[in-house]
């Protein structure tokens, strides 16, 4: 069995950390490991990771810090989350994944 290793401190990453812990043989293939390429800028990005640079902060909170539209707010959280750069958590805030 393979599996490909994650962060330790990523509840996410649990089921595929209880598998290497296990046994299961890493999966440490060239082309699984490659930095994807670059996607283009999401409208709203900085402004939000910016605030999100502070500290965790709940989408109500993030409404007021960047004040713009509700729809806009969460249009650009959704393809932050889509695209690994921010993560809602059980604590009910965004956080920020690995910086600007």
Known sequence: ?????NSLLEPKSSGT????????KPNLDDHL??????????????IIAKAL??????TTEL???VQVG??????CLTE?????????RSDGKWHLVGGL
């Open 1 to 5: 069995m393979l599996s490909v290793p």
């Open 63 to 65: 409404q007021s810090w």
């Open 33 to 46: 490991m490659q930095e994807q390429p670059s996607k283009a800028s999401i409208p709203g990005e900085g």
């Open 17 to 24: 950390n209880l598998l290497l812990a296990e046994g299961a």
């Open 80 to 88: 932050m989350e889509l695209a690994g750069n921010v993560v809602f």
């Open 70 to 75: 509700e729809g806009d707010v969460i249009a």
């Open 53 to 58: 640079l502070a500290r965790p902060l709940t």
